[in-house]
């Protein structure tokens, strides 16, 4: 499956959860339903998966965590915020470098309609 395709799946079930549960939730709460609506879908989703920092030709666990992995090849970091920070960006960005990724979504879920809290994010692609 190519990275839109994955991409597109994974819109598709943030919309579907967001719907169920509207905003106001812990992102945690999407966090587990997003991963299981993935799941039923036959994707393969890895949850709160370490990301070290490699520094100086060692490998660092410096408490990173990536919200979401799906199909080892997208990033998804959630959201539960009144307001998607310039740092929330930087943050995914960072993920995508340290992970060698080239696609990463940060949803927030902390939104009337679900498509205003989508951003989508490459790097290297």
Do not use: W
């Not at 994974?10 to 939730?25: F, Q, R, S």
């Not at 959201?79 to 740092?87: F, Q, R, S």
């Not at 960006?89 to 080239?102: P, R, T, V």
């Amino acid at each position: 499956m190519e990275l839109n395709q994955i991409s597109g799946q994974i819109v598709d079930a943030a919309m579907k959860v967001h719907t169920a549960l509207g905003p106001g939730l812990l992102e945690s709460a999407y966090e587990v339903c997003l991963a299981h609506e993935l799941r039923k879908r036959g994707l393969k989703v890895l949850t709160q998966v370490t990301l070290p920092v490699v520094y100086d030709g060692v490998e660092i666990d410096a408490g990173y965590r990536l919200d979401l992995l799906v199909e080892d090849a997208v990033i998804v970091e959630l959201k539960a915020v009144a307001n998607v920070l310039p740092i929330h960006e930087a943050q995914l960005l960072s993920y995508l470098k340290l992970s060698g990724c080239k696609l990463g979504l940060l949803i927030n879920f902390h939104v009337l309609h679900l498509k205003d809290g989508i951003k989508r994010i490459v790097h290297k692609l």
